[in-house]
């Protein structure tokens, strides 16, 4: 993976700035986004960091990152931020480089959004038990919330059967027409 | 005054907050809110769907909305509603989103029929404060929650980012605090009640959610607090359900019930189990409702 101070991508930039329609230039580094982020503490690089690697056309050190996948779309860097930048947007936008590029270095987290969207796709809307089994078949994570099941169930909280939109066929619809659109 | 909106219910509102749904419906009866479930609607791809592609989020939630028009041409709506933070956040992107003309041909042409999409969007908690106004509630209260100390915690996004969800202060909300205290609840000063509680990080990474939602456990358990009252399904979710988890990661003890807040106002309003469902939550709150109930000299 070359991670060479002299690699310098302007393409990158102005992708991430095209698709997040946002102003990269406009990130003075004060430190607000990082100060408010909750979840620094599990990040490789804070996002304040990720930020400045966008700014520096560094695209393989930004989308290698594990920071935009643990980011929660809490919204607290977008929120402060004093020269308005959508932060959290900008984090969204690298996410999805990442996995068209094929960088994906929380595979967990990734794992699960693919499991959600296949649940979306094939019943209309979540089906919460059906996502976890498709998630533990993905990762192989097999006690995953396991505690948490018998609790679950006891309490009806997880409905054994899926809940199918009647018109399936306008949602495989949707997602058919969205990748023709992405191709 | 009669207010009217077509209802957006959410997925988990089917399995894992069914008891936020439930008594959100019987809030809004109560209170003369006419809610009519968006027919056949879909989910709206949450934050999965954004976090993996911001088309396919918008011609998800796009579906819905387009449902939402066709309601508006036969009948009078005040616009649409939603319990859940999350799916008001996708609605409310889409909506401003698809202000711009080429991607609104974008979704058009996914979803697959035009769209309007212009109704106010709110959350439950924002109709009830706003349009229908504080006192109101006052009218529903029987029994108040007299002796009830709480927190309230809001979660990230029913107030971020303000500049599309246009609701509150995003530092410092007051509705939900207003709201507990208007039906009789002592409300503590919260300092976390925005903070996040990590989110949908709960099944792929729990040390987040060890951290995070511990440390509003822990927070609100120091100021105080008999219960959190959240008005997310997945802050209570991550707080409720997740509890036990969080206990054994960080060696604590709590025992803290999580209630939503429209549980709150049923009790408040004398409704029963139907509509409260308090024996959906993990954490049980009969013995603190016991210990109240025996305080203020109430049969339990």
């Known amino acids: ?183 | 005054m009669s207010l009217s909106y077509a209802y957006y219910p959410g997925c988990s509102g089917l399995g894992t907050s069914l008891e936020y749904d439930t008594s959100t419906r019987a809030l809004c009866r109560s209170l003369g809110i006419e809610l009519v479930e968006i027919p056949d609607w879909n989910c709206c791809g949450s934050t999965p769907a954004h976090a993996v592609d911001h088309l396919l989020s918008a011609c998800l939630v796009g579906r819905n909305l387009g449902i939402a028009d066709d309601m508006a041409e036969e009948r009078k709506l005040d616009g649409i509603i939603t319990p859940c933070p999350s799916c008001l956040k996708n609605l409310k992107t889409t909506q401003h989103r698809l202000a711009d003309p080429e991607f609104h041909r974008k979704v058009e042409l996914v979803v697959g029929r035009t769209l309007k999409a212009e109704l106010p969007i709110k959350s439950v908690l924002q109709v009830v404060v706003e349009d229908l106004g504080i006192q109101a509630l006052a009218k529903l209260v029987k029994e108040p929650l007299k002796g009830l100390k709480v927190v309230p915690y809001y979660g990230c996004i029913m107030v971020r980012p303000p500049q599309i969800m246009q609701f509150d202060d995003p530092e410092n909300p007051m509705a939900l605090d207003n709201l507990l205290a208007e039906l009789g609840a002592e409300v503590l000063p919260f300092p976390l009640k925005t903070d996040c509680c990590g989110a949908s990080l709960g099944t792929t990474r729990k040390d987040v959610i060890a951290k995070l939602s511990g440390r509003v456990l822990d927070a609100a358990e120091e100021a105080g607090a008999d219960a959190i009252v959240t008005a997310c399904p997945l802050c209570q979710m991550n707080l409720d359900m997740r509890q036990s988890q969080i206990n054994r990661a960080n060696h604590s003890g709590h025992n803290m019930p999580v209630f939503y807040y429209s549980q709150l106002a049923g009790l408040a309003a004398g409704q029963g189990e139907t509509s409260t469902m308090l024996d959906k939550l993990c954490v049980s709150p009969r013995p603190l409702l016991a210990a109240l109930a025996g305080h203020t000299g109430e049969g339990a």
């Open chain 1, 1 to 183: 993976m070359p991670s060479s101070t002299k690699t310098f991508d302007s393409d990158f930039i102005a992708e991430v700035q095209r698709e997040s329609e946002q102003d990269l230039a406009l990130c003075y580094q004060c430190g607000n986004c990082t100060a408010g982020c909750p979840v620094s503490f599990a990040y490789d690089y804070p996002v304040n960091q990720i930020m400045r690697l966008v700014q520096a056309g560094k695209k393989q050190e930004a989308l290698s990152s594990h920071a935009i996948w643990l980011c929660a779309s809490c919204e607290t860097c977008t929120t402060r931020c004093p020269n308005d930048i959508d932060v959290a947007r900008i984090m969204d936008v690298l996410r999805h480089m990442a996995r068209r590029e094929n960088i994906v270095s929380e595979k967990a987290v990734s794992a699960f959004w693919k499991a959600f969207l296949e649940s979306v796709e094939k019943h209309g809307r979540v089906f919460e038990l059906g996502l976890m089994a498709n998630y533990v078949g993905k990762t192989g994570k097999m006690f995953t919330d396991m505690d948490l099941a018998p609790m679950a169930l006891r309490k009806g909280k997880l409905g054994l059967k899926a809940h199918d939109i009647k018109k399936l066929a306008e949602i495989r619809g949707i997602f058919d027409r969205y990748r023709e659109q992405k191709q």
